[in-house]
């Protein structure tokens, strides 16, 4: 047996269960074990909060979609968007003409002067 854990377990699970599972799966291109991980979320949330089941499922679906958004968005093209966005708009060179200024009026009057 090996020292490491994983993060799975194996459960027995009733062959019609995984049948239903698998069927209910594929529209939604989801894996058997995916689906009942589903299953499992939207029990657990509406046993534990006592949303109805389509509130659960709504819930899901908002934090999926929540999930793939920040999965998908680079943190470059992130910083990158703002940049562009500030450039075109012309916030970007107010903003460095405002530093400029800044940085003049904190600079000693001796150099100023040369």
Do not use: C
């Amino acid at each position: 047996m090996s020292s490491s854990s994983s993060a799975f377990s194996s459960v027995k699970l009733p062959a019609h269960l995984v049948r239903q599972a698998r069927e209910a799966a594929q529209p939604q291109r989801r894996s058997v074990a995916g689906q009942i991980e589903y299953w499992a979320t939207l029990g657990r949330i509406a046993e534990e909060t006592g949303l109805t089941v389509q509130e659960a499922r709504e819930a899901i679906a908002r934090y999926d979609a929540a999930a793939r958004h920040a999965e998908v968005v680079d943190p470059v093209d992130a910083i990158e968007a703002r940049f562009l966005a500030a450039e075109s708009s012309g916030r970007l060179a107010q903003a460095v003409r405002d530093t400029v200024l800044d940085n003049r009026s904190k600079a000693p009057a001796a150099r100023r002067a040369a």
